[in-house]
T-cell receptor, first 107, second 118 residues
Framework: AQRVTQPEKLLSVFKGAPVELKCNYS??????LFWYVQYSRQRLQLLLR??SRESIKGFTADLNKGETSFHLKKPFAQEEDSAMYYC?????????FGTGTRLTVIP | GAGVSQTPSNKVTEKGKYVELRCDPI?????LYWYRQSLGQGPEFLIY????????DSGLPNDRFFAVRPEGSVSTLKIQRTERGDSAVYLC????????????????FGQGTRLTVV
């Protein structure tokens, strides 16, 4: 069965500090991993996906198959990064989400 | 349209009533997904359409829930005999491709319909 675990419901960091949002997954095949973000009063939107190997808004995420993790990182947090972050995986037919982490960047 | 549109944005209904929630996906998107999001939880998968057919309905919680997409565009999620536990935000998403090919595409979400069963 597929499962996405985000152990932290809430995470607060100071502006300029590094941030890491944790995501672990379990899936019997080879899933693709994503991070979605929801800013206040906005709809859920894609932040980045593993397959693109991209850096968006300074965020990166590395897939570690040995640890089955896909942690989201940013070296210097900004106030505008405050949002709800969801890790997700896709296997066969759907996009499966974790429970999310609310990131608050303190000025 | 410019994005995925869901109507109504808010719906309050009495326990036992029937409700329909509508989703207008982005034009040309073949894949359409319904999710349910309860307070403090991530989006929970309900059903996925590829074109007109339901390719995966394994997330529908019981037979009170049903969804259609008769022309491969607009979709309606139907809930019969609503219960207070059905209260949640119902999200719709669409993507150009679906299924295993989702890894190469992006899902665009609507703003959701907040359903409250009283």
């Amino acid at each position: 069965a597929q499962r996405v675990t985000q152990p932290e419901k809430l995470l607060s960091v100071f502006k300029g500090a590094p941030v890491e949002l944790k995501c672990n997954y379990s899936y019997s095949g080879s899933p693709e991993l994503f991070w979605y973000v929801q800013y206040s009063r906005q709809r859920l939107q894609l932040l980045l996906r593993h397959i693109s190997r991209e850096s968006i808004k300074g965020f990166t995420a590395d897939l570690n198959k040995g640890e089955t993790s896909f942690h989201l990182k940013k070296p210097f947090a900004q106030e505008e990064d405050s949002a709800m972050y969801y890790c997700a995986l896709t296997g066969a037919n759907n996009l499966f989400f974790g429970t999310g982490t609310r990131l608050t960047v303190i000025p | 349209g410019a994005g995925v549109s869901q109507t109504p944005s808010n719906k309050v209904t009495e326990k036992g009533k029937y409700v329909e929630l509508r989703c207008d996906p982005i034009s040309g998107h073949t894949a359409l997904y319904w999710y349910r999001q309860s307070l403090g939880q991530g989006p929970e998968f309900l059903i996925y359409f590829q074109g007109t057919g339901a390719a995966d309905d394994s997330g529908l919680p019981n037979d009170r829930f049903f969804a259609v997409r008769p022309e491969g565009s607009v979709s309606t999620l139907k809930i019969q005999r609503t219960e207070r536990g059905d209260s949640a935000v119902y999200l719709c998403a669409s993507s150009l491709l679906g299924g295993y090919r989702m890894m190469n595409t992006e899902a665009f979400f609507g703003q959701g319909t907040r359903l409250t069963v009283v």
